[in-house]
């Protein structure tokens, strides 16, 4: 069960990921995270900065995909301004969550990532679907009741898998890690 919740890689933040890095591995598709990662929870005005981060995954070739388990108006009009496409109401951590966002990029698991801030839906979710998994802190400590309740759950399983809250580092690749895109001397261990 630990071995779910571990991340392939561990940032502060969006703003931290190499994306080349991401590139050079094989990665096509990135399946994004809406709440905490790529905006604060409840928000939906858009930064420049975030304007700039997608423009630039986007010149490296990357399709994206938002998946959230929020439903409807909010995610739509995020979706619009960075003009990525969304799959809401995505009931994370489940599989079938992320079905339809490899439909949408057009790639295949294992040459997609998941980004995302919630060990327990983003994170364990992502590698019950065969991603690459991102686990970033999140963006604002506002969230659901239920997500805080997660959140307990959380810190302790961080302190299992050794992922200090603070500061950033890449996590070794789990042992049992998808075939095939990444080559393992790629992977910064620490
Ligand atoms: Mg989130």
């Known amino acids: 069960m630990l071995d779910l919740l571990r991340p392939d890689q561990y940032f502060r933040s969006l703003y931290d990921v190499d994306f080349d890095q ?7 598709g990135i399946i994004l995270d809406l709440d905490n990662t790529l905006v604060a929870w409840g928000d939906d ?3 420049e900065e975030l304007m700039s981060k997608v423009d ?4 490296l070739g990357l399709k994206m995909c938002i998946v959230s388990n929020n439903l409807g108006g909010r995610v739509a009009a995020i979706s619009r301004k960075l003009g990525i496409p969304a799959a809401s109401g995505a009931l994370k951590p489940f599989r079938r969550a992320y079905a339809k966002a490899l439909e949408i990029l057009g790639t295949e698991s294992r040459e997609t990532a998941l980004i995302g ?15 690459y998994t991102i686990l970033v ?6 969230e659901f009741a239920t997500t805080k309740l997660f959140r307990l759950l959380e810190s302790v399983a961080r302190v299992r898998l050794g992922l200090a809250r603070e500061g950033w580092r890449s996590v070794p690749r789990r042992a049992s890690g998808q075939p095939g895109v990444v080559p393992e001397n790629r992977h910064k261990m620490e």
């Open 117 to 131: 801030d919630q060990l327990f839906t983003d994170i364990l979710g992502g590698n019950l679907a065969g991603l």
């Open 22 to 28: 991401l590139v050079e591995m094989g990665i096509r």
């Open 56 to 59: 630039h995954l986007r010149r």
């Open 45 to 47: 005005s858009i930064s």
């Open 137 to 142: 802190d999140p963006i604002s400590s506002r």
